[in-house]
């Protein structure tokens, strides 16, 4: 585990193990906040993997309210059809793009937190199937994490989203946030050795020299990051440039 993240970490593992435990009973849905790349996602995941728990992503910034054309939630949640008989973590991502960060919200987004507001409070879930209709699928199986960077503020509170423009609704629904902080740059160089994706690029490459990637990642890691704003992703990012592009 990342050692910015240990203190949280220990926090959401408690979490996951009482939903877990209690067979789904309890159901502490809470928002993630932090700057963006603090490893929100990955934090998540990993707990979930851990867990044995299934998981799944949400983009909250790319759906659309139930009705209109694009990807609704009931879209959103079609994994959810291959693990409804599971513990399941959904990981609401960007869910900061659905508030108006000068305490106003428009219909739209106040329409997809209507959707999300239904998911919650119900035993079943609406998924739009790839034959058109609507099917119902137990969802009290699932606990919702909603992350976003809420524009960067270091200690968000349920107070600071109200004012941001969440609906109390949902504040008397989803009670906990916690907060996760910027990843340190030595942490990060720890990271790029463990990199999945370096993992996968050097099965297509087997000539490359897996030491020769990670010194170049790491070099341009240095020079990158007290600009940079993307956090992890950044790693990924170089490995794909050094993959993928002429390297220097």
């Avoid at 877990?20 to 990993?46: A, V």
């Avoid at 993997?49 to 079609?78: P, V």
């Avoid at 919650?120 to 976003?148: C, M, P, W």
């Amino acid at each position: 585990m990342i050692p910015e993240q240990q203190e949280i970490a220990r926090t959401i593992n408690h979490l996951f193990d009482v939903f877990i435990n209690s067979e789904c009973e309890i159901r502490p849905h809470f928002f993630l906040t932090g700057p963006s790349g603090s490893g929100k996602s990955y934090l998540i995941q990993t707990i979930a993997e851990q867990k044995g728990a299934a998981y799944f992503e949400i983009n909250a910034a790319q759906l659309t309210k139930e009705g209109f054309s694009g990807n609704s939630l009931s879209k959103a949640m079609r994994p959810l059809i291959n693990s409804w008989d599971r513990p399941t973590i959904v990981f609401v991502d960007e869910f900061d793009k659905l508030l108006n960060q000068n305490g106003g919200s428009m219909e739209h987004t106040l329409g997809v937190q209507d959707e999300f507001l239904k998911v919650l409070e119900s035993t079943h879930v609406s998924i739009f199937t790839d034959y058109g209709k609507y099917q119902a699928y137990e969802g009290n199986r699932v606990l919702y994490v909603f992350a976003g960077a809420f524009g960067g503020q270091d200690k968000m509170t349920l107070d600071d989203l109200r004012e941001r423009g969440l609906r109390t609704e949902f504040v008397g629904r989803v009670g906990l946030v916690y907060n996760t902080q910027k990843i340190s740059l030595d942490s990060m160089l720890q990271l790029v050795p463990k990199a999945k994706l370096l993992t996968e690029y050097l099965k297509l490459y087997p000539k490359i020299q897996k030491n020769q990637v990670i010194k170049h990642v790491s070099t341009k890691l240095r020079e990158i990051y007290r600009d940079s704003t993307i956090g992890l992703r950044a790693i990924n990012t170089l490995l794909h440039q050094h993959f993928l592009q002429k390297q220097d």
